[in-house]
């Protein structure tokens, strides 16, 4: 079965840097785009970046410009997320998802499977 395996959240203190990553399996990785999403207490699922199949589209929003950077590997089957100049406000639950299709998209109905989350903790 498909299984999305996220890991390296932790507790930070605000200006320092976390990477996530998310271990893939059950499906043809190299093939879809993959996303990264974000859930603090109380709010909405937000969309945070997201990148192709081939690495060369990328989508961020406004809120981690700059800040966040997603990367892949196919040959680990595994999508990263580099976190630099963390704020309180980034403290959230992290979700990596994978797109439908190869190309990417802010769209969460997009995507299909999810993992479990990370718990992310910025102190101030």
């Known amino acids: 079965q498909v299984q999305l395996v996220e890991s390296g959240g932790g507790l930070v203190q605000a200006g320092g840097s976390l990477r996530l990553s998310c271990a893939v399996s059950?499906?043809?990785?190299?093939?879809?785009?993959m996303g990264w999403f974000r859930q603090a207490p109380g709010k909405e699922r937000e969309f945070l970046a997201a990148?192709?199949?081939?690495?060369?589209?990328?989508y961020y929003a406004d809120s981690v410009k700059g800040r966040f950077t997603i990367s892949r590997d196919n040959a680990k089957n595994t999508v990263y997320l580099q976190m630099n100049s963390l704020k309180p406000e980034d403290t959230a639950v992290y979700y990596c998802?994978?797109?439908?299709?190869?190309?990417?998209?802010?769209?969460?109905?997009?995507?299909?499977?999810w993992g479990q989350g990370t718990q992310v903790t910025v102190s101030s």
């Open positions: 998802a994978a797109d439908n299709s190869p190309l990417g998209s802010a769209r969460e109905a997009r995507y299909g499977y």
């Open positions: 059950g499906l043809t990785f190299s093939t879809y785009a």
């Open positions: 990148l192709s199949w081939n690495s060369r589209s990328t």
